[in-house]
Nanobody
Framework: QVQLVESGGGLVQAGGSLRLSCAFS????????MGWFRQAPGKEREFVAGISWRGGSTRYADSVKGRFTISRDNAKNMVYLQMRSLKPEDTAVYYC?????????????????WGQGTLVTVSS
Protein backbone atom coordinates (compact mmCIF):
# COMPACT_ATOMS: atom_id res chain seq x y z
CA GLN A 1 0.00 0.00 0.00
CA VAL A 2 1.01 3.59 -0.53
CA GLN A 3 2.75 5.43 2.27
CA LEU A 4 3.22 9.18 2.27
CA VAL A 5 5.37 11.18 4.66
CA GLU A 6 5.31 14.98 4.61
CA SER A 7 7.99 17.29 5.95
CA GLY A 8 8.99 20.92 5.80
CA GLY A 9 6.23 22.64 7.73
CA GLY A 10 6.91 25.26 10.34
CA LEU A 11 6.40 28.82 11.45
CA VAL A 12 7.06 31.62 8.97
CA GLN A 13 6.28 35.32 8.81
CA ALA A 14 3.84 36.68 6.28
CA GLY A 15 5.59 37.19 2.97
CA GLY A 16 8.01 34.38 3.63
CA SER A 17 8.54 31.05 1.90
CA LEU A 18 8.51 27.37 2.76
CA ARG A 19 8.99 24.20 0.79
CA LEU A 20 7.04 21.12 1.72
CA SER A 21 8.22 17.67 0.73
CA CYS A 22 6.37 14.38 0.50
CA ALA A 23 8.10 11.01 0.30
CA PHE A 24 6.15 8.26 -1.48
CA SER A 25 6.68 4.53 -1.01
CA UNK A 26 4.93 1.22 -1.48
CA UNK A 27 3.90 1.39 -5.11
CA UNK A 28 5.13 2.71 -8.46
CA UNK A 29 5.29 6.46 -7.95
CA UNK A 30 5.04 7.38 -11.60
CA UNK A 31 1.62 5.68 -11.79
CA UNK A 32 0.10 8.10 -9.31
CA UNK A 33 -1.29 11.57 -9.61
CA MET A 34 -0.10 13.57 -6.59
CA GLY A 35 -1.78 16.38 -4.73
CA TRP A 36 -1.51 18.74 -1.81
CA PHE A 37 -4.49 19.62 0.35
CA ARG A 38 -4.80 21.71 3.48
CA GLN A 39 -7.11 21.93 6.43
CA ALA A 40 -7.40 24.93 8.71
CA PRO A 41 -9.00 24.66 12.17
CA GLY A 42 -12.77 24.39 11.89
CA LYS A 43 -12.69 24.16 8.11
CA GLU A 44 -12.99 21.39 5.57
CA ARG A 45 -9.99 19.95 3.82
CA GLU A 46 -9.40 21.86 0.59
CA PHE A 47 -7.46 21.28 -2.57
CA VAL A 48 -4.25 23.26 -2.98
CA ALA A 49 -2.36 21.83 -5.95
CA GLY A 50 -2.02 18.69 -8.02
CA ILE A 51 0.37 17.25 -10.57
CA SER A 52 0.01 14.57 -13.21
CA TRP A 53 1.94 11.31 -13.41
CA ARG A 54 4.91 12.69 -15.26
CA GLY A 55 4.61 16.27 -14.08
CA GLY A 56 3.47 17.66 -17.40
CA SER A 57 0.20 18.99 -16.05
CA THR A 58 -0.48 20.93 -12.87
CA ARG A 59 -3.55 22.43 -11.28
CA TYR A 60 -3.89 24.99 -8.50
CA ALA A 61 -6.54 26.44 -6.28
CA ASP A 62 -7.26 30.05 -7.17
CA SER A 63 -6.17 31.12 -3.69
CA VAL A 64 -2.59 29.94 -4.25
CA LYS A 65 -2.16 30.42 -7.98
CA GLY A 66 0.98 32.41 -8.72
CA ARG A 67 2.38 31.87 -5.22
CA PHE A 68 2.67 28.08 -4.88
CA THR A 69 4.41 25.64 -7.21
CA ILE A 70 3.97 21.87 -7.16
CA SER A 71 6.65 19.63 -8.63
CA ARG A 72 7.69 16.00 -8.55
CA ASP A 73 10.86 13.96 -8.97
CA ASN A 74 9.92 10.51 -10.21
CA ALA A 75 13.50 9.28 -9.76
CA LYS A 76 13.37 10.10 -6.05
CA ASN A 77 9.68 9.32 -5.42
CA MET A 78 9.18 12.82 -4.09
CA VAL A 79 6.63 15.57 -4.56
CA TYR A 80 7.18 19.15 -3.44
CA LEU A 81 5.15 22.25 -2.76
CA GLN A 82 7.10 25.49 -2.95
CA MET A 83 5.15 28.20 -1.16
CA ARG A 84 6.01 31.87 -1.57
CA SER A 85 4.44 35.14 -0.44
CA LEU A 86 2.76 33.30 2.37
CA LYS A 87 -0.25 34.85 4.05
CA PRO A 88 -1.77 34.24 7.48
CA GLU A 89 -4.74 32.61 5.74
CA ASP A 90 -2.38 29.93 4.42
CA THR A 91 -2.05 28.63 7.98
CA ALA A 92 -3.21 25.01 8.01
CA VAL A 93 -2.15 21.40 8.21
CA TYR A 94 -0.93 20.46 4.75
CA TYR A 95 -1.51 16.94 3.50
CA CYS A 96 0.07 15.04 0.64
CA UNK A 97 -2.28 12.78 -1.31
CA UNK A 98 -1.92 10.15 -4.01
CA UNK A 99 -4.30 8.31 -6.30
CA UNK A 100 -4.43 6.60 -9.64
CA UNK A 101 -6.67 9.18 -11.28
CA UNK A 102 -6.40 9.92 -14.95
CA UNK A 103 -6.05 13.60 -14.05
CA UNK A 104 -5.92 15.86 -10.99
CA UNK A 105 -9.16 15.77 -9.00
CA UNK A 106 -9.95 18.57 -6.57
CA UNK A 107 -12.35 16.59 -4.36
CA UNK A 108 -10.61 15.29 -1.27
CA UNK A 109 -12.91 12.30 -0.96
CA UNK A 110 -11.70 11.01 -4.32
CA UNK A 111 -8.13 10.45 -3.13
CA UNK A 112 -7.16 7.12 -1.63
CA UNK A 113 -3.84 7.67 0.12
CA TRP A 114 -2.93 10.42 2.57
CA GLY A 115 0.04 11.43 4.63
CA GLN A 116 -0.15 12.42 8.27
CA GLY A 117 0.12 16.13 7.53
CA THR A 118 2.56 18.89 8.35
CA LEU A 119 1.62 22.13 10.07
CA VAL A 120 2.29 25.46 8.41
CA THR A 121 1.78 28.56 10.52
CA VAL A 122 2.06 32.00 8.97
CA SER A 123 2.30 34.86 11.42
CA SER A 124 1.19 38.38 10.57
Amino acid sequence: QVQLVESGGGLVQAGGSLRLSCAFSGRTFSSYVMGWFRQAPGKEREFVAGISWRGGSTRYADSVKGRFTISRDNAKNMVYLQMRSLKPEDTAVYYCAADRHLSVVVTAQAWDAWGQGTLVTVSS
